[in-house]
């Protein structure tokens, strides 16, 4: 992966970290804007629950328009309420950084899936269930109604394998809203093609002016890979992809599979029609044509065959809920203000090890894993006031000093006030063992205090796995595509 | 004032160790050759620029004079485009039947020659060209080469790249027609296509002097 190469901030924010109510267990992704982690919400009276955290990269942080899109996303993702779309339950800002929270779906995204199958087709009554899905989502949002009681327009632009989630329980999400866009408000004049280059749709290549026709000619190469392992239009370079989807010249699905079913190619046709017009009119209508052709074939479109499936792909990983044990001494109110990072090790010296010296990492990893305020001095404190100086790069020129007016970071967690009740067999073993093995750098960073060391340095050990690949632990859970830096 | 250093004398010097010619080598020419590959290779048109220059300083004695030494870094960056897309061919099934990955459009090219529908289609529609003609299209509206200079990349004589560019034309009208519908962008294409090429000279060089 590549994300090594990103700097300081490649491992993300450390093990621990609080971005307001939320505890981030792990990093899953990183786009070129934004970063995915999984992350912990606790309240009142045991109350818990796993959710993604989506958080701006801080180089955007001070970008209004930016800001402004990621806002929206959140906003037009948080009013859609479909079982097939991954709610977004959240938004927040922390310390200036904005961020919000979703769904976390335990599972895979459908390129993963499709690579973890060498790129063989899928079953095809997996392939329909996950593309009637996708349709049924895509309908929600191209019906949605703004305030006024009409209909936004609101086109995904985006749909594209990598934002296909599939849970290992069956159940089918369609995520990633960050470009979607009125279609009322779509600009075709300033300067970007948004979306992937292999997933759009001819007007959204020429920088047309686009609507929900656009999202159905992408779920149409959806269809196409799914059921055929391949790429629908596949070229050495973006602009030729480009231009042979503005023809919609794709290898017809019987030249890639041989007994590939003719009224499936038709349907996959009226998909990848060039011409807006002879598309399916709806998502909807897409959807009733699959499952008709389902009845008539015999093709049975189940959830359960989903998940067993997935389950044949990839077995039963851990859910991130067993990492819990680990935030043992994190405080569980709901209520509580946002504190920094307490000085656990990170799990980003981990990563970087081999990359940096320990020096080097201390530094990167000074933003989050800093200062831990003891509690009792932060109760009450504002979320944006915490830390806040912390957080930002010039932090970094400020080490030594914060390093002195915070010498005892490790005192604000009682210790182990909770040890793990779980054990983890296996769950991201690159990062756990980074809670040890880079304890070393982080102390360093944060606390200076050998006698006093973290909670989560004291946790029994864990039995471990060998080393895993980036890739292979990555396939567990990420809603993005290896491809994206992590 | 003393004259700039001609580009043979810094590729000499480069050849003998001056840091200094290589970066004034590659500062006046990195934005052209990279705009070569970015169309094409789009992937790993940031090695390839690399390998051109090298190569350029290696066969530093093969250059000769009267094509002028643009002629000569084209020429290798063809010969390097024509090895790796053969390269390419050999493995396409392989390729094709590999991978799903989400490709990106962040190029430099997309980052900003997509301001107007125009140019947006006509890079879409010279990416649908034949290498050797796409070449020419290239070097003729966004290089202002001559024809003689273009044969000389191409290692053919100036009346075949008067052919070329004709049949280049030609075809890149078709592309344009069949990606577009009836309407505004076909028809200012269409009417202007030699001014849209040229457009997207400074557009280009723009975008890689951006990186």
Excluded at chain 1, 291 to 296: G, I, P, R, S, Y
């Amino acid at each position: 992966m590549g994300s090594e190469a990103n700097g300081p901030s490649a491992g993300g924010l450390p093990f621990g970290t609080r971005m307001g109510r939320y505890t981030l267990l792990r990093r899953l992704a990183v786009g070129g804007m934004a970063e995915l982690y999984v992350a912990h919400q606790v309240g009142i009276e045991g109350f818990e629950k796993i959710v993604a955290l989506k958080r701006v990269l801080p180089h955007l942080g001070q970008d209004p328009q930016f800001v402004r899109m990621f806002l929206a996303e959140a906003r037009i993702a948080a009013a859609l309420d479909h079982p097939n779309i991954a709610h977004v339950t959240d938004i927040g800002e922390s310390d200036g950084e904005y961020f919000f929270a979703m769904e976390y779906v335990h599972g895979a995204n459908l390129l993963e899936v499709l690579r973890h199958g060498s790129n063989a087709p899928l079953p095809l009554g997996c392939a329909l269930t996950i593309v009637g899905g996708v349709a049924a989502a895509l309908h929600h949002a191209h019906e949605h109604l703004g305030a006024d009681g009409r209909p936004l327009g609101l086109v995904h632009r985006d749909v594209s394998p990598s934002n296909v989630m599939i849970a290992h329980s069956g159940a089918v999400k369609l995520t990633d809203f960050g470009i979607v866009r009125a279609a009322a408000r779509t600009s075709t004049t300033q300067g970007h093609t948004k979306g992937k280059a292999g997933y759009m749709s001819p007007e959204q290549c020429r920088g047309d002016r686009i609507d929900r026709r656009s999202d159905i000619f992408a779920l149409g190469i959806v269809l196409y890979e799914a059921t055929t392992g391949v790429r629908a239009f596949y070229a050495p370079n973006d602009y030729a992809i480009l231009g042979r989807i503005a023809k919609a010249d794709y290898i017809p699905p019987h030249e890639v599979v041989p007994d590939y079913p003719p009224a499936l190619a038709q349907i996959i046709a009226r998909a990848l029609s060039k011409d807006p017009d002879h598309r399916h009119p709806t998502a909807e209508a897409l959807q009733l044509e699959l499952e008709d052709f389902a009845h008539v074939h015999g093709v049975r479109l189940s959830g359960v065959d989903l998940a067993r499936h997935m389950k044949a792909a990839f077995g039963s990983p851990a859910h991130p809920h067993t990492d819990l044990g680990s935030l043992s001494a994190l405080p569980p109110e709901p209520s509580r203000p946002i504190v920094t990072a307490p000085a656990a090790p990170s799990r980003l010296p981990w990563m970087l090890a081999g990359f940096a010296s320990a020096t080097a990492l201390a530094v990167a990893v000074w933003p989050r894993s800093g200062p831990a305020i003891p509690r009792e001095d932060v109760a009450g404190a504002e979320v944006r006031g915490q830390a806040s100086d912390a957080s930002r790069p010039t932090a970094v020129a400020r080490e030594p000093q914060v390093v002195h007016e915070s010498p005892e970071p490790a005192s604000t967690v009682p210790p182990a006030a909770v040890e793990p009740s779980v054990d983890i067999p296996e769950a991201d073993s690159p990062d756990h063992r980074g809670e040890t093995g880079s304890s070393t750098a982080t102390t360093e960073t944060a606390t200076n205090d050998e006698s006093r060391p973290s909670p989560r340095t004291r946790r029994p050990s864990r039995r471990r796995k060998p080393a895993r690949t980036p890739d292979e632990d990555y396939d567990r859970n990420s809603l993005y595509p290896p491809g994206m830096k992590r | 004032m003393s004259e700039p250093a001609s580009d043979y004398d810094l590729l000499v010097a480069w050849r003998q160790g001056d840091p200094g010619a290589a970066n004034a080598l590659t500062s006046r020419h990195y934005a052209s050759i990279r705009r070569f590959f970015d169309l094409k290779v789009t992937h790993l048109a940031e090695d390839l620029t690399q390998q051109t220059f090298l190569a350029a300083v290696e066969g530093v004695d093969r250059y000769r004079a009267e094509a002028g030494f643009r002629a000569y870094l084209f020429g290798i960056a063809r010969n390097q485009l024509l090895r790796t897309l053969r390269k390419q061919g050999r493995h396409e099934q392989a390729m094709r039947f590999a991978s799903a990955a989400a490709p990106s459009v962040a190029t430099p090219l997309s980052l900003v020659a997509a301001r107007r529908e125009e140019q947006q289609v006509l890079l879409m529609a010279l990416a649908q060209l034949p290498t050797d003609l796409q070449i020419v299209v290239e070097l003729y509206y966004w290089e202002g080469m001559s024809s003689a200079g273009i044969g000389a990349v191409l290692e053919t004589n100036p009346s075949t790249i008067t052919t070329r560019l004709a049949r280049a034309r030609q075809l890149v009208q078709q592309h344009v027609a069949e990606m577009t519908r009836p309407g505004r962008v076909r028809d200012s294409l269409l009417t202007d296509l030699e001014g849209w090429q040229r457009s997207l000279g400074p557009l280009t060089a723009q975008a890689n002097a951006r990186r």
